[in-house]
């Protein structure tokens, strides 16, 4: 019977024996808009079509008066890989707020979720976005705000969850694959980690949660984006921190900051890896800014928030310099 429920991860999502997925957030979507809101003008642009996969693309209003070159944010929407849209309204909202506190352009990724497209579909749509973001260095590519209006001196990526978990992932790549024959580097400036989504099958220090009730969620969570995945959350696309196998001396860019929340369970992953990157030998320089009393992605559920608001003060003076 399709009303069989085989795994209730409510207030996420529900899977039901039929094999159908049930999102239950996350799938409410907002236009982009060339009426600035916030102003910021925004729209939609075809990078995939052979998947129909879209960025969405945000400019400050002044910006487009004026013609001037301003740093570009290439960003990844969490969710576990499982939820969300670049399109929803928390992304919107986030993104819209974002670009106006730092005056950037922004690329908002969309990438097929899991588990209808597993791991590592999400990861490989996202650097598809990518190497079509890096199609715009010459000011010749298919987006006129991208050609007009980006420095590709100054690219940064950022993501939120399992949006951060891509962003790394993203970082080291760009140094083993060019983005573009027009580099010389990874041609990434700087990365921004949110509450990023990291874990291990064994706690990574005596601070990390021991509950096993949670600690098993969490895996189970991962074993849904990769159901056929026989290292679990040791897989070194999410066990970045712990395992002594994966190397992050070459990450791809030279400046990191990393935003994690006191009571977040996955906080205790945020500070390891700050700790793993100044031990590996990476030449860069790392921030870590914790927002105390507060929970997973808080900022995007509260943005109004004070918490909030200086959570996105950072962000957007990392972007600043």
Known sequence: MDSEIAVDFSPLLKIYKSGRIERLMGETTVPASLTPQNG????????????????????????????????????????????????????????????????????????????????????????????WVFTHIAGCGPESWLNQHADFTKVFLAGDSAGATITHHMAMRAVREKLSPELRDSGIYGIILVHPYFWSKTPIDDKETKDETLRSKIEAFWMMATPNNKEGVDDPLINVVQSESVDISGLGCGKVLVMVAEKDALVRQGWGYVAKLEKSGWKGRVELVESEGEDHVFHLMRPDCEKAVEAMKVFAGFLKG
């Open 40 to 131: 910021v003008v925004s729209k939609d642009v075809v990078y995939s079509p052979d998947h129909n996969l879209s960025v969405r693309v945000y400019l400050p209003e002044k910006a487009a008066e004026t013609g001037e070159k301003l740093p570009l944010l290439v960003y990844f929407h969490g969710g576990g890989f499982i939820i969300e849209t670049a399109f929803s309204p928390t992304y919107h909202t986030f993104l819209t707020a974002a670009v106006n506190a730092s005056n950037c352009v922004a690329v908002s990724v969309d990438y097929r979720r899991a588990p209808e497209h597993p791991i590592p579909i999400p990861f490989e749509d996202s650097w598809t976005s990518l190497k």
